[in-house]
Nanobody
């Protein structure tokens, strides 16, 4: 049974940093693209970033490129999201996901809450 478990969320003040982790179990995803999404209060879920197994990265918005960084450890089946200089608009539930071989985001974690206060 595939499981994705996120951790590292929490409540932080604006300007702070967080490192989110997502550990996959039940199957090896060392060659699958992995990514992060988020759902802010009252908004649709949005793509944040993804990374291929060789480390090619895609960020959803230019505004994220300077503050968000995605990385992975294939040996640990884990993907990370580093968020620096947090702003209130980053408040959301952050989900990790894994693509299958049809490029569909098939596997999802339960989410981890990030709350940014000013």
């Amino acid at each position: 049974q595939v499981q994705l478990v996120e951790s590292g969320g929490g409540s932080v003040q604006a300007g702070g940093s967080l490192r989110l982790s997502c550990a996959a179990s039940g199957e090896s995803f060392s060659r699958n693209p992995m990514g992060w999404f988020r759902r802010a209060p009252g908004k649709e879920r949005e793509f944040v970033a993804s990374i291929t197994w060789v480390g090619d990265k895609t960020m959803s918005k230019d505004s994220m490129k300077g503050r968000f960084s995605i990385s992975r450890d294939n040996a640990k089946n884990t993907v990370y999201l580093q968020i620096n200089n947090l702003i209130r608009e980053d408040t959301a539930i952050y989900y990790c996901a894994v693509q299958d071989w049809n490029a569909v985001w098939r596997y999802w974690g339960q989410g981890t809450q990030v709350t940014v206060s000013s």
